[in-house]
Structures are given as C-alpha cells and as structure tokens.
C-alpha cells in the first residue's frame, strides 16, 4: 500500500499508562527565571537522576557526522562534566573516532524518562589529555582494560569465537603485568556551545530553555515545546 492510501497503520505507544511513582520530589527548574549557572543546573539534574532506580542515569546519546555527511548515534556514558565540556571515553580508532576525527562537533542527548527531562548539548570536540585518559583508564576492572586492546571496536568480526581469541591473545600478552591504556582508547570532551534543558509537561505543553555560550556568559532563551 501507498504511504498516501494508509489510514490503517496501528500507532506505537498511544495506550495511556499511569505515570512512574518516585520516591523523592524533584526540585523543579524556575523556566521563567532560569539559573544564571547551567553547569550547576546539569549537576543537579544527573543528581536528580541519580536517584533513579536505573543502571546508567549517565548514559547518553552521542550524535556525530562522517566525513560523507552521513550521521551516526550510540550511547556512551558521562566520566566527567564541568564548564569546559562533557566528557566519554572510547576506542578512537572506532566508527565514532573516525567521524570526530573529520568533524570534530558533536550532539549529546540525555533522557531521564521517569523524571520526564531530557538535556541536549551541542559543541565542538576536543581529545582529552593522556594524563585524563590515563587516570580514567585505571579506575577500569582489568578485564575492560583487556577488553580496550582486544576489540578492534566497529571493526567486522567473524564470530564470537574470533573476540575470545583477541581476548585470549590480550591476556597472554600481559600475564603477569599491568595493563597499560591503549594508544587508541582515551576521552573526547564535548564543549557546551549550547545546552538545553527539556522539562516535560502534561499535553506536550513542556518547558524548554537553552544557554548559548556567548563571549561574555550565557545567552539565556526560552523555547515553545
Ligand atoms: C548503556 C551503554 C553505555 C555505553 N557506553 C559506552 C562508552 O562509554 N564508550 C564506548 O565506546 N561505547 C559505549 N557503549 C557502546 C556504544 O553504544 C557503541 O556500540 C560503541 O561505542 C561503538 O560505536 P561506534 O561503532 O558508533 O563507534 C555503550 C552502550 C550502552 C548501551
């Protein structure tokens, strides 16, 4: 059937269902009067967040542009953030590596649906230093850290069998040793060009506002949902 012919399509999602209980009260956002300090605004919502009953309220969607043009997203997960940027660690020799390697600009989104917000940021990207990259890569259990040199990620592979010998062939080579961060896995920093704040509403009637970076501070600006 024609796009243009169907009426019949059966929708995903429309069932209504009650709302998510939570155990704590969130602290609403003043949309009308924003916070001047949108770091301090983001602190405060993955606190919030934190406070979910979910695996990773860090977890975010990351948005690049291939040197084609053709865009790709995957979720990856927060390590740090202060007013220099966001930061996620990942092998950079990995479809995402590449594409930030011919254009350094990304989008992430972070969507706590419990608490019915979303956050998006917008910004150029920059590798973090070896020292970061370095200090994060410790803190990881040794069998991720022998997983970073076994995965050739976004790479083909055969067959699962083919990842256990890489894995295999990765423990042999540093029995008995430390296992050092690769030269090809390290950190990315998204800087806040812009960040916004999606505060759900009943009817689609939400509250969005979003902070520019300008010269001087913020360009502070209020959206229609
Ligand atoms: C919850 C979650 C967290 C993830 N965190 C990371 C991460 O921090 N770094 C990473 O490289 N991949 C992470 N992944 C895997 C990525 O989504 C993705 O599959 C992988 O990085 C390869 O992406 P690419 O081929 O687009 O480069 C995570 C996946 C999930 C579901």
Redesign the pocket.
Known sequence: MSDAADNSQRFIGSAQRPLPTLDFEPVAMDFDTPPSDPVCEFHRWLAEANQLAV??PN?MS?A?VDADGTP??????L?AFDERGAV????RM??????LDSHPQAALSFHWDNLARQIHIVGRVSRTGDALSDAYFQTRPRASRIGAWASL??QPVADRAALDRHVAETEARFAGSDVPRPPHWGGYRVALDSIEFWQGDLFRLHDRVVYKRSECGWNITRLFP
């Open positions: 695996f990773n977890a990351l690049t790709s997203v995957r979720t990856v997960l390590k996620f660690f990942t092998n990995s479809r995402k590596g590449r594409a990620q976004s």
